[in-house]
Structures are given as structure tokens and as C-alpha cells.
């Protein structure tokens, strides 16, 4: 059987993110939210949570921008998307009211096989060709993906305890 065949190809497509992919965000959401092993935050916690929530509450507004990685049978594996946060009620990445916020998660499964890395290049990519010209994320340190941001682009412009805040050009 061929790769592309095979149901745990690792070949996948990307495409925009639809107000019909509420759930799933909110599953990545939910993955970002608990990278850290042991920690188990429930669904129902990030989404009553109003320093999580606001970055999936009311998906998709008209400012809203993602993408979604779609596995061979159709399945999503993974998703990126930003979300535009103001002064009043900022994110744990806020930079300004014109700087949206990126959140992004792979399915466990799927991870290690390049995804997470094209999902952040075509939403970097997509923003550029929108005219949004920079944005910001949160990492905690220890988490792996920080690696990630680095190496597409993304630098440290404050340190938190445990944290960074990063923000890229886009491009
Ligand atoms: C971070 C994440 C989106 C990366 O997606 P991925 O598909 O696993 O990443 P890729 O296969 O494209 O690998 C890209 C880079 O991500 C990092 N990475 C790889 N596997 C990872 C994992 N299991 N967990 C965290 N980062 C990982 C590495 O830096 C890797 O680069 P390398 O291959 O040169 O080592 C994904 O691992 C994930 O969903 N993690 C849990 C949720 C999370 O931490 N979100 C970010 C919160 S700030």
C-alpha cells in the first residue's frame, strides 16, 4: 500500500479554519492549555475559565484567522490559529490591541511528523498576505515548543518567570 493509502499516512493538506471547527480548536486549545505532563486541566475548566476562554469564545469572529491540517481521511490533526485580545482583557502572549495572539496544537498522535511546523509557516504566511504585520504568543519555557518558534522567526521580547512572550514579523 502506498504511504498516501495507508490510514496512518503522515501526508496531510491545509485549509482555513471555518466556524464549523469550533470543537476542534477548542481541543487544541485544550492540548496547548496541558503540554505539561500531569497537568489536566478539563474542558469545561478552560472554557468557564475567562483567561483561557477568550481565546476560542465566539470562533469565528470576523477577525479570526486559522488553519487546519487535514489528515488523509479527512480528519483534523492539528490547527493554528490567532485571535486579536485588547488591554482590557489581554492573553498571557498580549502585546497590543493590533497584535493577535497565536495559539496552536497537534493531536498527540500525530505529532514529530512536521505539521505543527507547516500549520505555523502557512498562518504566518496568511497573516502577511492579510496585512497583519506582527504576532505574539505565550510559551512556558520548558515546553518544546519554543524551539519551534524560535526557528520560524519568533523572538523573545519579554520574560515572565516562567514564561516568554514572543512576537514575529510576518513575512
Ligand atoms: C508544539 C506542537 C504544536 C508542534 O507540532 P508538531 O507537529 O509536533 O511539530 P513538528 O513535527 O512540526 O516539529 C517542529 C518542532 O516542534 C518541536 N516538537 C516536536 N515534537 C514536539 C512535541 N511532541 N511537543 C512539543 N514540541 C515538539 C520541535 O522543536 C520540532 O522541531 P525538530 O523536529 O527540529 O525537533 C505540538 O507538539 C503540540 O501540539 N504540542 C502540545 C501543545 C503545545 O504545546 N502547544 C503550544 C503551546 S505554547
Redesign the pocket.
Same mark, same amino acid.
Given at each position: 500500500m502506498s504511504d498516501t493509502l495507508s490510514p496512518m499516512s503522515s501526508t496531510f493538506s491545509l485549509r482555513a479554519a471555518e466556524p464549523e471547527d469550533y470543537e476542534f480548536l477548542t481541543d487544541m486549545l485544550l492540548?496547548?492549555i496541558n503540554?505539561l505532563p500531569g497537568r489536566n486541566f478539563s474542558r469545561e475548566r478552560i472554557l468557564t475559565d475567562p483567561e483561557i476562554s477568550h481565546y476560542i469564545a465566539g470562533w469565528r469572529r470576523h477577525d479570526d484567522l486559522g488553519v487546519i491540517a487535514v489528515g488523509q481521511d479527512g480528519q483534523p490533526r492539528?490547527g493554528a490559529w490567532l485571535r486579536y485580545l485588547t488591554s482590557d482583557d489581554p492573553g498571557y502572549g498580549y502585546v497590543s490591541d493590533d497584535e493577535p495572539e497565536l495559539t496552536?496544537? $497537534?493531536r498527540p498522535e500525530? #505529532?514529530?511528523?512536521?505539521?505543527?511546523?507547516a500549520l505555523l509557516r502557512e498562518l504566518i504566511r496568511t497573516s502577511h498576505r492579510q496585512g497583519i504585520k506582527r504576532i505574539s504568543?505565550s $510559551?512556558e519555557r520548558a515546553? #518544546?515548543?519554543m524551539?519551534?518558534y524560535i526557528d520560524e522567526g519568533f523572538a523573545v521580547v519579554e520574560q515572565l518567570q516562567d514564561t516568554d512572550t514572543m512576537v514575529v514579523e510576518t513575512r
Open positions: 492540548e496547548a503540554w492539528g496552536i496544537g $497537534v500525530w #505529532r514529530g511528523q512536521g505539521t505543527g511546523r504568543l $510559551v515546553n #518544546r515548543a524551539q519551534l
